[in-house]
């Protein structure tokens, strides 16, 4: 079990899982910096939290809601929580001012469409397991909103996603601890990403390149003058 003074934010595993170095720059750095296309994820977030609470039938909407776990040592805030109504034997649980038994369903806000990746998935299957332990209950599946195609994309909370979301977590903890920032690495995501211009990946390739040539050809002087004359 963590302690309140251990938690680190479940965002990080976003990042951490697209890329190591844009992780370590803004979690252990502080570096930050908006593009377009983190400008329009901003917007999506904010108003999916500053929405009010909605009560419908036998539907009732949470929005900002705080997460947190001590056993996996995490903190964050989920988008939007639906908790729908159910029979008695149905999963469900009981919640505050309400009568009858709720199954929660959480709702993460993405501004793009689905990704090739895990990033956001292990984002999503954090906040569930987070929820999970504040509510004692078990959830089989939550949602993505995306903002391009407009519409939900459901994940099924496995075994295989959990297995992979912890696994990461134990990494994020890990990483944090040792407080070294990832080597760049330039692949094609990097002109996407925010930080491009400060994490600089393509002028460290070359400079790595310069060391290495650098490097051999101080090994080769040095085995010139070893031959004999």
Not at 77 to 94: C, W
Not at 124 to 147: K, P, R
Request: charged share 30%.
């Amino acid at each position: 079990m963590y302690t309140e003074d251990e938690l680190l934010p479940i965002s990080a595993l976003q990042h951490l899982a697209f890329c190591e170095r844009q992780w370590g720059l803004i979690h252990l750095e502080g570096a930050w910096s908006d593009n377009y296309l983190t400008a329009q994820g901003n917007v999506m977030h904010e108003k999916a939290h500053n929405q009010e609470t909605e009560s419908r039938g036998n539907l009732r909407i949470a929005r900002g809601l705080r997460l947190r776990s001590l056993r996996l040592g995490l903190v964050g805030q989920a988008d939007v929580v639906e908790f729908h109504k159910v029979t008695r034997e149905e999963a469900g649980i009981s919640i505050a001012r309400a009568r009858g038994f709720w199954r929660p369903l959480i709702i993460e806000y993405k501004r793009g469409k689905p990704k090739i990746g895990h990033e956001d998935e292990v984002q999503l299957c954090a906040q569930v397991m987070c929820i999970e332990e504040m509510l004692d209950t078990v959830i089989e599946s939550s949602s993505f909103f995306y903002g391009q195609p407009r519409r939900r994309y459901d994940l099924i909370i496995d075994d295989v996603i959990r297995k992979k979301t912890e696994l990461l977590i134990v990494k994020l903890h890990k990483m944090y601890d040792a407080g070294v920032i990832p080597a760049a690495v330039y692949t094609k995501k990097c002109q996407a990403c925010s930080l491009v211009d400060i994490c600089l990946p393509n002028i460290k390739k070359k400079y790595r390149k310069v060391q290495g040539y650098l490097a051999q050809a101080n090994l080769n002087l040095e085995r010139n003058d070893e031959t004999p004359a």
